[in-house]
């Protein structure tokens, strides 16, 4: 069970402040919980000038500090300070994966992109796909697969599937909450051709999940509401965010939730390219 981590607003976000939330998500554990959220990996996809990028880390050693180690790679890798499309993971994998945490292969987000261009699906999940080898398909490349292919990268695959046979965008949500089995918080970013969609589904229970919105179609959402708090109190109140849903850890709640952000992400290349915007 994981924790995800997700920013979609026409202002920027500091990396930084990425970072430090995923490094609070990692180590939450409640009280009743027998683990922490996350430990075992870590990840982070942004989106810039219409393109993913993605960075991810296995645990490196038994006392590695995943969220550290991804934010080493940060600083290698990318120039890019800030972003205003973003999907976080930290890692605690199943018992049954628990010999793949050493290879970031088998860390999240997770890309599927193998039937068309015109298709590309980021995918973010918490939670156990109980009935996940019966949607493993031949004509896909599963990263994890060297490793015992996880569960959770089925998702992107499954719904790159779907939209390939035709299923609406609409629709998909609840199709994946007829179809799915266990327990699951999964985040997705969508592109099918120019289109970009963001949908979250939740089903059963989960290590949690709160969303927030505000009238701007802007969304926030985050395993727990803590590391968020303690990093953005001041612009979720500036930027009039609602906290439109709670489901805590345990909670047993089915949702679907879609939302089009194609307009919001050229509103986000047109600030880029006219003027600076303040950062969150």
């Given at each position: 069970m994981c924790g995800i981590f997700g920013y979609i607003c026409k202002t920027p976000l500091d990396i930084k402040k990425v970072v430090n939330i995923l490094s609070s998500l990692e180590v939450q554990q409640?009280?009743?919980?027998?683990?922490?959220?996350?430990?075992?990996g870590a990840g982070i996809l942004i989106i810039t000038n219409g393109k993913f990028k993605l960075l991810k880390t296995g645990r490196e050693s038994e006392n590695s500090d995943t969220v550290e180690q991804l934010s080493q790679l940060i600083e290698k890798h990318w120039e890019i300070k800030e972003c205003n499309i973003i999907l976080g993971h930290v890692r605690r994998a199943s018992p049954m994966f628990i010999d793949t945490v050493n290879f970031s292969e088998?860390?999240?987000p997770y890309i599927a992109s193998c039937l068309t261009s015109d298709i590309e699906v980021v995918c973010s999940h918490n939670g156990r796909l109980n009935n996940y080898k019966k949607f493993i398909n031949a004509n896909h490349h599963y990263q994890s697969e060297p490793y015992g292919i996880i569960d959770s990268e089925i998702y992107p695959h499954l719904l790159e599937d779907m939209i390939s046979k035709g299923v609406p965008?609409?629709?998909?949500?609840?199709k994946l909450l007829d179809i799915i089995e266990g327990k699951n918080a999964v985040s997705f970013i969508l592109r099918i051709k120019k289109e970009y969609y963001l949908l979250i589904v939740h089903k059963n229970t989960s290590r949690g999940l709160v969303i927030?919105?505000?009238h701007n179609n802007e969304i926030l959402f985050c395993s727990r509401e803590l590391p968020v708090m303690n990093n953005l109190t001041e612009f979720i109140q500036r930027k009039h965010f609602i906290k439109s849903y709670e489901i805590l850890y345990n909670q047993e709640c089915n949702l679907h939730l879609l939302r089009n952000i194609t307009g919001l992400i050229k509103q986000i290349g047109k600030l880029s390219t006219n003027g600076v915007v303040r950062s969150a």
């Open positions: 409640l009280p009743d919980e027998k683990t922490p959220v996350g430990g075992h088998c860390t999240q965008v609409k629709k998909i949500g609840e927030w919105q505000n």
